[in-house]
């Protein structure tokens, strides 16, 4: 039974940053795709990034594109999403999950493509 723990949430100013991180129990990073997703009140949730086996398998949204980073150390079975350049509209709660690799060089965007969920983090970006 695969396990997710995020940490790293918390109140940062608009234009701070913070750190998420992810750790997974049984990660296999040959069969495992790594998604962060988030959910702001009253929204659907929605996916920020994922990864999968290699580099180009890297999706960011819009809304995170070139200012998120996402990473992994897989010895740490650990996974980060860097977040700088924070706004407003950047809080939700956050949540990292785990989907069997469905294909090679793509992770999915939806969140019922993935099998195991952690309990979340809150992130509030407020002056």
């Known amino acids: 039974q695969v396990q997710l723990v995020e940490s790293g949430g918390g109140l940062a100013q608009p234009g701070g940053s913070l750190r998420l991180s992810c750790v997974v129990s049984?990660?296999?990073?040959?069969?495992?795709?790594i998604g962060w997703f988030r959910q702001a009140p009253g929204q659907e949730r929605k996916a920020v990034s994922c990864t999968g086996k290699s580099e180009e398998s890297i999706y960011y949204s819009d809304s995170a594109k070139g200012r998120f980073l996402i990473s992994r150390d897989d010895g740490k079975n650990t996974i980060y999403l860097d977040m700088q350049s924070l706004v407003v509209e950047d809080t939700a709660v956050y949540y990292c999950?785990?989907?069997?690799?469905?294909?090679?060089?793509?992770?999915?965007?939806?969140?019922?493509?993935?099998?195991?969920w952690g309990q979340g983090t809150q992130v509030t970006v407020s002056s």
């Open positions: 999950a785990v989907a069997f690799r469905a294909r090679p060089s793509y992770c999915p965007r939806e969140t019922y493509s993935y099998t195991y």
């Open positions: 049984e990660f296999n990073s040959n069969i495992h795709d």
